[in-house]
């Protein structure tokens, strides 16, 4: 029986093997040649030989596409040296810093003869990277004082809290989207504006912070009573308390669920297309229109799975190496 | 003493957190309201007793027309919703109960293939999967005229697909199909990408749910001579169902409110309505209020649900 299932579940898995295989590879055109691609049956890699300047940078300057390639590396090896425990010290807040003012000089430039570049024309892949460490690195903070205030016994307070929590999870982020696309500069006096990507990232860190919340407080309820009353009795103040007892500890915990939300979030900063902003679909969906290249979604398509999938798929391998301990 | 100032403390953080909360309230409000002043909006819902002048692509249960009011559109965008929603969340519970068991089976290449699909359905985002989707059906499969026939009866176009319902065959006419059972594009792309997502992520708590039961209790089964099939669904089974009903609740949830990507390749559900109105009327305030407001309801009431299950399992 069991052998039966291997060997019908083995052929048809061959047999769609194959099909893929014949039509990602074999059949497919890989120089950027439009002509060609009409020509045959198979995949039109060219597509993205043709287009993946403008996918991955948007419409950067041309001559430029070094400082926002540069600026990505740098986002990344960022993110990577922090998933290192021995990096987990006060100094690596100063190596953010130190990294993301180099990178907003490479963005921006305007100093060290790299001409300015304004933040309308930053797109691509740098613009998905961007939204996702920002949205994090400010939701952080503002989610261990949501959860703190979910905890904390003040019944106003909590009941704000609670209340913004639930609001925030209970709607679709596009909604959230959409209030900070078109009610937000009805909520702002007259003749003060700020541009669509700010409003973007505020939804964003918004609805970061409400997730990234739960995630905090189920670190704090994990944490055994004994250890608060041990605090109390040693005298410390609330603050004292929660800074150097509580949190170290509840964070510690935290790591892995938090690792499963930030994924989840950086899967989500890609509805940031259907308000218009230049992030790496909206490049695609744009490379989708010129005439010459349309009806090539399937591998456009495929092609940014594969590139969230290469992002997310090493935060989850990484998680996961993190629950095994 | 110190109990009293510690009460005095937490009145006055409680008293600033409010103050604060109201200053900014009044602020944004005063704010929005000079505003709407400015730009000549009239605030309120009167809007929705005028006539809408859109057409809609889908209306199921109901009829309607562009003459018809914004109310009776969103209340078409609402169905459509509820449509693909509860469409969605029967098949991938179907899907993801499948694979879920799949992933603990006992055949090596079965599990593998499932851990494969999981891994990458959950690691890359929905919408693109979506993208990926409505591009899939709408440029690779052929016009209406050529359309693939898997089944007699049933058409495979990129129009949709058409399906035969007793008394009413689909027909070739001009340059699409009438009659039968329709399937627009957009719902096909939306559902298939909603029921592949989401059934990744019930097919890991269903997973969960069976290695939660303890081993003994599968032993038992064995020793009483139950085969491996019968020992599933008559032991291990039922007591897993006490750790996957709550998180699947929150998938269903999940589902109805990532159904609002609709509006990202054009299939007409509340979101997708209500920006319509929003870019036609300038009612923004009001629009987003409603999806917020139809969305909480929905929230809401699962959880509420979700309470009144846990409290019965208790």
Known sequence: ?325 | MALDHRKAKRIAYQAAALAALLGVAWYLVSNTLANLEARRIASGFAFLWREAGFEIGEAPFQRYSAADTYLKALVVGLANTFKVSLAGIVLATVLGAAIGLFLVSANRLLKAVSRAYVEFMRNVPLLVQLFFWYALITETLPPPPQALQPLPGVFLSNRGIFFPLPGSAPVLEGFNFSGGLAITPEFAALLVGLVTYTAAFIAEIVRAGVLSVSRGQREAAYALGLTRRLAMRHVVLPQALRVIVPPLTSQYLNLTKNSSLAVAIGYPDLVSIANTIINQTGQAIEGIAIIMAVYLTISLSISVFMNWYNARLK
């Open chain 1, 1 to 325: 029986m069991n052998r039966l299932l291997s060997a019908v579940l083995g052929v048809v898995i061959a047999f769609l093997a194959w099909r893929f295989i014949d039509w990602a590879l074999l059949q497919a055109v890989w120089q950027p040649d439009s002509k060609a691609c009409r020509a045959v049956q198979g995949a039109c890699w060219g597509f993205i030989a043709e287009k993946h300047r403008f996918i991955l940078f948007g419409t950067y300057p041309y001559e430029q596409h070094w400082r926002p390639a540069l600026a990505s590396i740098l986002l990344v090896l960022l993110w990577a040296l922090s998933a290192w425990r021995i990096f987990w010290r006060w100094w690596l807040v100063l190596l953010w810093l130190a990294g993301l003012s180099v990178i907003g000089i490479l963005m921006w430039g305007g100093v060290l003869g790299l001409p300015y570049v304004e933040n309308e024309r930053w797109g691509g892949l740098i613009l998905t990277l961007l939204l996702s460490t920002f949205g994090i690195a400010l939701a952080f903070p503002l989610s261990i004082l949501l959860a703190l205030g979910r905890r904390s016994g003040m019944p106003v307070i909590q009941a704000l809290c609670v209340g913004f929590i639930e609001l925030v999870r209970g709607v679709p982020l596009i909604s959230i989207l959409f209030m900070a696309s078109v009610m937000l500069p009805l909520f702002l006096p007259a003749g003060v504006s700020i541009d669509k990507l700010l409003r973007a990232q505020i939804a964003l860190i918004l609805f970061a912070a409400a997730y990234l919340a739960e995630v905090v407080r189920g670190g704090l309820q994990a944490i055994p009573k004994e250890q608060y009353e041990a605090a109390d009795a040693v005298g410390l103040t609330y603050w004292q308390k929660t800074g150097t007892v509580i949190l170290p500890q509840a964070l510690r915990i935290a790591v892995p669920p938090l690792v499963n939300t930030i994924i989840g979030f950086f899967k989500d900063t890609s509805l940031v297309v259907i308000i218009g902003l230049f992030d790496l679909l909206q490049t695609i969906k744009v490379s989708l229109q010129d005439p010459a290249w349309s009806g090539y979604g399937v591998e456009a398509y495929l092609f940014a799975a594969l590139v969230y999938f290469a992002f997310c798929f090493a935060m989850s391998l990484y998680s996961r190496r993190l629950e095994r301990r």
